[in-house]
C-alpha cells in the first residue's frame, strides 16, 4: 500500500501539555514550561518518520498498538495527522 500522508502543518493544541508532561519528568517545572514555551513559538521542521525512528533509538511499534491502528485509518480515510516527537 503505497498511500500519501496528508500531515498537520502544525501540532494541535493538546500536543502541548503532552509534550510538558514528558518534559517535567526529565527537566524542572520552570524549565520543562519554558521548554513547551520556545515549542509553541518554533517552526515545524519535516523529517520521514523512519529518520526520526532511526534518531529516538526506540523500537518501531507493532501493527497491532491501538495507537498505530488509529492512525492508519487515519491515513485511509486520507485524514490529516500529525507525528510528534520531541
Keep these: 500500500?503505497?498511500?500519501?500522508?496528508?500531515?498537520?502543518?502544525?501540532?494541535e493544541p493538546h500536543d502541548y501539555p503532552a509534550a510538558l508532561s514528558y518534559l517535567l519528568l526529565i527537566y524542572s517545572e520552570d524549565a520543562?514550561?519554558?521548554f513547551v514555551?520556545?515549542?509553541?513559538?518554533?517552526?515545524?521542521?519535516k523529517f520521514k518518520a523512519k529518520d526520526i525512528f532511526r534518531a529516538?533509538?526506540?523500537?518501531?511499534?507493532g501493527v497491532?498498538?491501538?495507537h498505530?491502528?488509529?492512525?492508519?485509518?487515519?491515513i485511509?480515510?486520507?485524514?490529516?495527522?500529525l507525528l510528534f516527537f520531541l
Design 37 to 45: 514555551s520556545r515549542l509553541k513559538k518554533a517552526a515545524s521542521i
Design 76 to 81: 485511509r480515510r486520507k485524514k490529516r495527522s
Design 64 to 66: 497491532s498498538n491501538s
Design 68 to 74: 498505530v491502528e488509529t492512525d492508519r485509518n487515519k
Design 32 to 34: 520543562a514550561k519554558k
Design 1 to 11: 500500500m503505497n498511500q500519501e500522508i496528508k500531515w498537520l502543518s502544525k501540532p
Design 56 to 61: 529516538s533509538s526506540l523500537s518501531l511499534l
